[in-house]
């Protein structure tokens, strides 16, 4: 049997653990617009299907995050998320009531904002 004694207990090293916030690319804000967006479809099947531009915007962000991971030129990624981001502004859709709408096009934003810079100057 293993015992240890009270000073040798306090001479182990401590560690300290800080945690650090890791800041978001641009693919990542994008992935989880389009998990916002995969949740969605399948908590409403019906509700997806009735609003098509839930679903040009997934292909969009889909097409913009491809490109972003693989060191596409930004000016198309920045297209495919201004689609992304129009698509998701004209889909007939309460806000109030389904969140993840608006969570997805905030992502999508941030994503926007990260490669295009400030968009009152763009």
Known sequence: MLTLSPARVFDL???????????????MHIRNCLQ??????????????????????AVHAT????????????????????????????????WEVILEVPAACGRLLWALYQLAGDPRFN
């Open 13 to 27: 090293p401590t560690l300290f653990l800080i945690d650090v916030p890791v800041d978001e690319t641009p693919a």
């Open 36 to 57: 916002s967006l995969s949740l969605l479809k399948e908590q409403a099947p019906a509700f997806y299907a009735f609003n098509p531009e839930l679903g040009q915007a």
């Open 63 to 94: 097409a913009a995050l491809l490109v972003a991971e693989h060191g596409g030129p930004t000016d198309m990624t920045v297209g495919h998320l201004r689609a992304a981001i129009k698509s998701l502004l004209t889909a007939d859709v309460d």
